[in-house]
């Protein structure tokens, strides 16, 4: 069951991301698209584009029946559903084996399994695993939820059932803030996932975010790529991921790989997927928690590819072929170090808060050991109506220092310009001394926050070049500004006019 | 300092002797948008009108990224027109804020030290009581 032509259920740099990969093989590729993204690079990327509905995801990138039917009408005969939106609903996977068409991802009922909370923390229980305790309360009115708050034990965390990605996750430390959470809680998670299921979990303090990936073919072939550190978050997501991890000894390392090889294997699983754990302390004696599986390629694969010379899409589409596995577990090795840092249209000042908007000037960086994963291009907006990850920038090298430092500097000459970004937060991350040091945690944002907000004063060539981009513009905006009226309001900025220009 | 264009559309290069730095600039309405070695300043595009945050109700915001070094006045003073209200450092350069009309110090909503950026509100100010005098009486502008 070859795949010639593959329609990509998905948008900006995961759709490009796989569009690649397809053109690397020989395979034909449909894109979809809103009326947000007609003009979007991953349609002109496709060979062919349908479009499946107006702008909100509700209507267009979340409507199974359409992506289907788009599937059909277009020839194609499989569907990559990238991260994010349909990729782990068991619907889109049901809907294609039903429409005869390859669903490049586990099966439906391993979708459903290993995606629900409950099942899959049951699965891994079965495998050995620790868990956090929590648990999806049966009764999902407030009440039932505070409930089961109090059996778990406060602190805890609220999130949505359905999904991932810190979407609809809240954290409480008492009964009054639990009740001012719920609503909001399942608000999000019935806006993202279109399910405001939430599950109630321990919340544990100061823990690290590693996860490994894994993967499995229909031939009785299961591995794992090791692990990637993702404990630099914001509201619950994660901004920069590495691999390896500096907590990792190889004994743990071997360990969390097993467990993690072993529970896909008890679960039926196949083709790409990850583990999630919280990392309680370091070395050996460190303990880890089951705490999610996604069932789909993650948005920091590309860490993973670097420092293991793979590339996860291209498996992904040789399991869904049915083909073996390209590598078996003694293939495979880490090498070096990479680290991702994801950019984001969002003004870290106001409390992450995302920025739509064109952007007037965009340029990204390159270099050794520099790749860059992304959607958008200069001239383009960015919609309101989607997440606002601009791009990954990925850098990889001998050690984590040297990759810390590729990362900075790529950043440092990443000019993006007519929406505000998270680029010098990010900068400011990478050159934390807690973060070279691997002093981290998931908390590591909230608690240096005041020093990674810091901006210095702009130095004497940015004041220069605003002069000189005021006089080019004074020839039109003198005239409409003169007179009396505009003199008398003075502006503070009048008085700095020397820069000791020639 | 000299400013010249580089061969990129928005691309800047400003020499200091032999130093050179290079920097990238867009004008979006009334404000520059500016990036220099990672990090984006906003700034006013035309010093000659009012910015954005200048609001009628008369609060003052600060222009820039800047470090608040001395705060001349104190709430309820009277102000007249020109008075310098609060003193400013940016790129190594002094930058008093004066007050836009007369008027009376309402709220300051900033102390010595502070690092601020652009439009947070520094200082409140009410209009002059009673008494209008025909001219630009709206404190801010």
């Not at chain 1, 196949?270 to 599986?293: Q, S, V």
């Not at chain 1, 944002?445 to 210095?456: C, I």
């Not at chain 2, 470090?67 to 003193?87: N, S």
Request: net charge negative; proline share 7%.
């Amino acid at each position: 069951m070859d795949i010639t032509r593959l329609l990509v259920a998905n948008r900006g740099e995961i759709a490009l991301r796989i569009i690649r990969a397809c053109r690397e093989m020989g395979i034909e590729t449909v894109a979809v698209y809103s009326d947000a993204d007609a003009q979007a690079r991953h349609v002109r990327a496709a060979d062919y584009a349908v479009r499946i509905g107006p702008a909100p995801a509700s209507e267009s990138y979340l409507k199974v029946g359409a992506i289907v039917d788009a599937a059909r009408g277009a020839g194609a005969d499989a569907v990559h559903p990238g991260y994010g939106f349909l990729s782990e609903r068991a619907a889109l996977a049901e809907a294609c084996a039903a429409a005869g068409l390859v669903f490049v991802g586990p099966p439906a009922a391993a979708i459903e399994r290993m995606g629900s909370k409950i099942g899959a923390r049951a699965l891994m229980e079965q495998a050995g695993v620790p868990v956090v305790p929590g648990q999806t309360p049966a009764d999902q009115t407030d009440g039932g939820i505070a409930a089961a708050a109090a059996r778990i034990g406060f602190p805890v965390l609220i999130k949505a059932s359905a999904g991932g990605g810190g979407k609809g996750m809240r954290s409480a430390r008492d009964a009054r803030t639990l009740a001012e959470a719920i609503p909001a809680a399942r608000r999000e998670a019935e806006a993202a996932f279109g399910d405001g299921t939430l599950y109630v979990e321990r919340l544990i303090e100061r823990p690290r975010h590693v996860e490994i990936q894994i993967f499995a073919d229909d031939h009785g072939h299961a591995v794992h790529l090791f692990e990637r550190e993702c404990s630099i978050q914001r509201r619950h997501q994660k901004i920069v991921e590495e691999s390896p991890s500096p907590a990792l000894t190889p004994a743990l390392r071997a360990r969390m790989g097993a467990a993690a090889v072993a529970a896909a294997t008890s679960a039926g699983y196949r083709n790409a997927g990850t583990i999630e754990f919280l990392l309680e302390g370091e070395g050996d004696a460190a303990h880890f928690y089951f705490l999610e599986m996604n069932t789909r390629l993650q948005v920091e694969h590309p860490v993973t590819e670097l420092v293991t010379g793979t590339d996860l899409v291209r498996a992904q589409l040789i399991v869904a072929m049915g083909r073996p596995l390209p590598w078996r577990q003694e293939d495979l090795v880490q090498r070096g170090h990479a680290i991702e840092c994801r950019v984001y249209a969002e003004d870290p000042a106001q409390g992450f808060l995302p920025q739509a908007g064109p952007l007037r000037l965009y340029r990204e960086p390159g270099g050794p050991g520099i790749r860059i994963d992304s959607g958008v291009e200069e001239g383009a907006d960015v919609p309101v109506q989607y997440d606002p990850m601009l791009a990954k920038l990925i850098a990889s090298g001998e050690t984590r220092l040297q990759a810390i430092d590729r990362a900075t500097a790529a950043l440092r000459g990443f000019p993006i310009l007519g929406v505000r970004t998270n680029v010098a937060f990010l900068v400011q991350v990478l050159r934390h001394p807690a973060f070279r040091a691997a002093e981290v945690h998931t908390g590591f944002v909230d608690e240096h926050l005041a020093s990674l907000l810091e901006t210095p004063a702009p130095p004497e060539a940015v004041g220069a070049a605003a002069d000189f981009m005021r006089r080019q513009g004074d020839a039109g905006a003198r005239a409409i500004g003169s007179g009396a009226a505009a003199a008398a309001v003075h502006d503070p900025w009048a008085d700095l006019t020397n820069w000791g220009r020639d | 300092m000299t400013v010249t264009r580089g061969p990129a559309p928005g691309e800047l290069i400003v020499r200091d002797g032999d130093q050179v730095a290079q920097v990238f600039a867009v004008r979006a309405g009334d404000t520059l948008w500016i990036f220099h070695d990672g990090i984006v300043h906003e700034m006013a595009a035309d010093t000659s009108a009012p910015r954005r945050g200048a609001h009628a109700q008369g609060s003052l915001t600060a222009p820039m990224p800047a470090t608040v070094i001395e705060i001349k006045v104190a709430a309820g003073d009277a102000v007249q027109r020109g008075d310098i209200l609060i003193v400013l450092e940016a790129m190594k350069m002094e930058l008093p804020v004066r007050a836009p009309g007369d008027g009376r110090v309402k709220a300051i909503h900033c102390r010595p030290g502070d690092l601020v950026q652009p439009e947070t509100v520094l200082i409140d100010l009410s209009p002059p009581e009673a008494r209008d005098d025909a001219g630009p009486g709206r404190a801010g502008g």
